[in-house]
Structures are given as C-alpha cells and as structure tokens.
C-alpha cells in the first residue's frame, strides 16, 4: 500500500495476555518509529529503528516490551503480561529525510 | 529531554476565524513538525520546519530559532479544520532522536 500500515486496528486483551502489533511501513523507508498515545495525551516515543537495528529503545516502560524489525521493514511491537495502564493507541511512523510519515494506530484496551 | 509547551490546549471559534496555535520548546533541535491528527484517525505531517516560514493553502507555519517558538496559522476556518493539531521536535542531535511531542491543542470550528 502507498502508506504506513498497522494491524491490528484494534485489540482487547485480558490483562497477562500478550499482545503483537504489526507495521508495515512504506517501502525504502529506512526510518521506524514506535508511539505510544494514551487518552488526551500527545504520543511518546518508544523506540527507534535505522533498517533492522534498533539504535534507540530508551523509550520503552519497561522489560515487558520488546520490538524487532529482523530484516528492516516490518516491524512487531510485542507486549507480555499486559496491564491496564498499557491501554492506549501505538503509533508506527516511517520516515525519510525530510518528514514524517504515520499509521493510523493500533488501540489496545487491556480489561 | 526537550520540553514542548503548546497554546492553547483547546480552542473553539467560528468558522471564518483566524485561528493561531502556538509551540515553543526548551532544548535546540534540527527541526520542528506540525501534524494534524482526526479522532480514531492516523495523524498526518502538516509542515516540517527548520527555519523560516512555510504556507500550503490556508495554512502558514513559522519558526524562530533564536525564540525557541513556532506558530501555525489557520486562515478563513472552515469546520473540516476540527482536529487536534501537534507540534513536534527533533533534536539537534541528529541520527537516532524520535519526535518529542507537545500535548496538543483541540481546535473545534463551529459552523
């Protein structure tokens, strides 16, 4: 597809469950962004990735989260043991130089 | 970590209006972004500013360096420019610096 893809588009998980989210971001793109966006709030940064390596993870809250991108295009973000406060929408971002490019977002509700 | 003020956090006017969203930030960077995102949608690059001044259509966006603050600028509001709009920084760091986000300003043109 032309843009940057994200599956699922939403997901309910009970809590301990875990839960992978998917992007797929444009062709050639060398750059990887993952958000997250709780409620009201503007996104955060996660992690970072230049074609399958991972340059920045200082974002992640903690050790149950973990991404990969093994061949440098799509990218998993995966989170073990969720819990409540992990609810809110994931954003994968692709870039080139110049600007940015955004999913639409996977919105994970964990109950 | 760069700090991200944006004003005001919620804004509602008549269409029409002049509207102005303003960012200002705390630690130097390489450039500044202004994104739009819908409610449930994705969010998408309005303009990517390092300098100067940038106008697509009715909207125009400005940055001072020196001031450490940029605007975007709405002319004649129409009630499809209901979003939420973010201002975004990349650190002067260059390479591996994701996006630090402002909180937003929810923008409400009313007919």
């Known amino acids: 597809g032309a843009g940057v893809s994200q599956s699922p588009r939403y997901k309910v998980a009970k809590r301990g469950q875990d839960v992978a989210l998917r992007c797929d971001p444009i062709?050639?793109?060398?750059?990887l962004f993952w958000y997250q966006q709780a409620l009201g709030q503007g996104p955060e940064f996660l992690t970072y990735f230049q074609n399958e390596a991972q340059l920045d993870k200082s974002g992640l809250p903690s050790d149950r989260f973990f991404a990969e991108r093994p061949e440098g295009s799509v990218s998993t973000l995966k989170i073990q043991r969720t819990q409540q406060e992990d609810s809110a929408v994931y954003l994968c971002a692709s870039s080139p130089r110049n600007t940015i490019y955004f999913g639409e977002g996977s919105w994970l509700t964990v109950v | 970590k760069n700090e991200v003020e944006q004003s005001p956090q919620n804004l509602t006017a008549q269409e029409g209006e002049f509207i102005t969203i303003n960012c200002s930030y705390s630690v130097g960077i390489s450039a500044l972004h202004w994104l739009q995102q819908h409610p449930g949608g994705g969010i998408v690059s309005l303009f990517m500013?390092?300098?100067g001044k940038k106008k697509h259509g009715r909207l125009i966006a400005t940055i001072n360096i020196q001031e450490k603050h940029s605007s975007l600028h709405i002319t004649a509001s129409h009630p499809r420019d209901s979003a939420v709009y973010i201002c975004a920084v990349r650190g002067s760091g260059g390479g591996a610096d994701g996006l630090t986000f402002g909180k937003g300003t929810h923008l409400i043109i009313q007919p």
């Open positions: 500013l390092s300098s």
């Open positions: 062709s050639g793109h060398v750059s």
